[in-house]
């Protein structure tokens, strides 16, 4: 998969030191995976949650954090969208 949004990974690293090995692990894996369905993602991150519109929310270390991503399973991008600490997405998502 092609990860497009490093930089939002790479700011929140530099807020978030203890969140960079998960994160960094993700990017590894992320980037050799091939994703075709959702299912090959839930194998792989069983406590992913699986939103409308190929959007899924991981949980970063240990669920202290939260990442939001776009899969384009066709073009096999992901995109990030957002990361944050998990009481940040709550307050997020309340607006939503």
Known sequence: MRVIGRDKLEAFCAKHADARRWIENW???????VWSVPQQIRNRYPAASFLAENRIIFN?????????????????VVIVEWIG????YDTRNKKR
């Not at 990017?27 to 995976?33: H, P, Q, W």
């Not at 600490?85 to 940040?88: K, N, Q, S, Y």
């Open 60 to 76: 970063v270390k240990g669920n202290d954090y939260r990442l939001e991503v776009l899969v384009a399973y066709k073009t096999s």
């Open 85 to 88: 600490t998990h009481a940040r």
């Open 27 to 33: 990017l590894a894996d992320a980037e050799v995976a």
